[in-house]
């Protein structure tokens, strides 16, 4: 499985403000995901982000909150724009197993607004 | 809609105990149900998966079950040990949507000494 580490690991913001992710992939991979986990609940799946493209939003997700890059093939930013205390959650990129089988997971950015 | 969900949200065992961790899922289409385990702070990690034609798969301790005709899913730890306390999520993949998946709400299990 790939390694996959994220910064920063936690954060605390004030609302109103906008925090950048960052994923970083120890091999080359065509697709990354990125998944929000509010406080004790399960994963939900924000966008999926493409090298060379746009990323690709899921249904109550928007570019203008969660601005996404892929600049290259092991790295992508998500950020999370104009935050507020509901956005506090933990947030995780995922990248595909070789046959698509399944995903592996970074170890989160836990973010907390304040 | 299609969701998946789990019957129940914690689980208390003994050391040494066998789990059963249980998982409904109502979309039939799935090519895949994967287990992930997430300690306290970390991210999910995965399991064991399952293809959707196949109704057992066994790995180490763990052994995860399909029975597609009543749509549940479980995964089952032998001899469970301390350092299986976490939560617990299935997941189904569907590969031709792009491979995104749907995750479960999670069952914590928690491990008695």
């Known amino acids: 499985s790939a390694v996959i580490s994220q910064k920063p690991s936690r954060d605390i913001c004030q609302r109103g403000t906008s925090l950048t992710i960052q994923c970083q992939v120890d091999?080359?991979?065509?697709?990354m995901f990125w998944y929000r986990q509010q406080p004790g609940q399960s994963l939900t799946l924000i966008a999926t982000?493409?090298?060379?493209?746009?990323?690709?939003?899921e249904s109550g997700f928007v570019i203008d909150k969660f601005p996404i890059s892929r600049p290259n093939l092991t790295f992508s930013t998500l950020t999370v724009s104009n935050m507020s205390p509901e956005d506090s959650s933990i947030y995780l990129c995922?990248?595909?197993?070789?046959?698509?089988?399944?995903?592996?997971f970074g170890p989160g950015t836990r973010l907390l607004v304040l | 809609g299609e969701s998946v969900g789990l019957h129940l949200p914690t689980l208390s065992v003994q050391e040494g105990d066998n789990s059963i961790i249980n998982c409904a899922y109502s979309?039939?289409?799935?090519?895949?149900f994967i287990w992930y385990k997430q300690e306290s702070g970390k991210g999910p990690q995965f399991i064991i998966d399952?293809?959707?034609?196949?109704d057992k798969r066994q790995g180490q301790r763990v052994t995860v079950l399909l029975n597609k005709t009543v749509k549940h899913l479980s995964l089952q730890i032998a001899a469970t040990q301390p350092g299986d306390s976490a939560v617990y999520f299935c997941?189904?993949?569907?590969?031709?949507?792009?491979?995104?998946?749907?995750f479960g709400e999670g069952t914590q299990l928690t491990v008695n000494p």
């Open positions: 995922s990248v595909p197993g070789a046959r698509w089988e399944t995903q592996y």
């Open positions: 091999s080359q991979v065509t697709m």
């Open positions: 982000a493409n090298q060379g493209s746009e990323a690709t939003y």
């Open positions: 979309n039939s289409a799935s090519d895949y």
């Open positions: 399952i293809r959707s034609n196949m």
């Open positions: 997941a189904e993949n569907k590969i031709l949507s792009g491979s995104r998946l749907t």
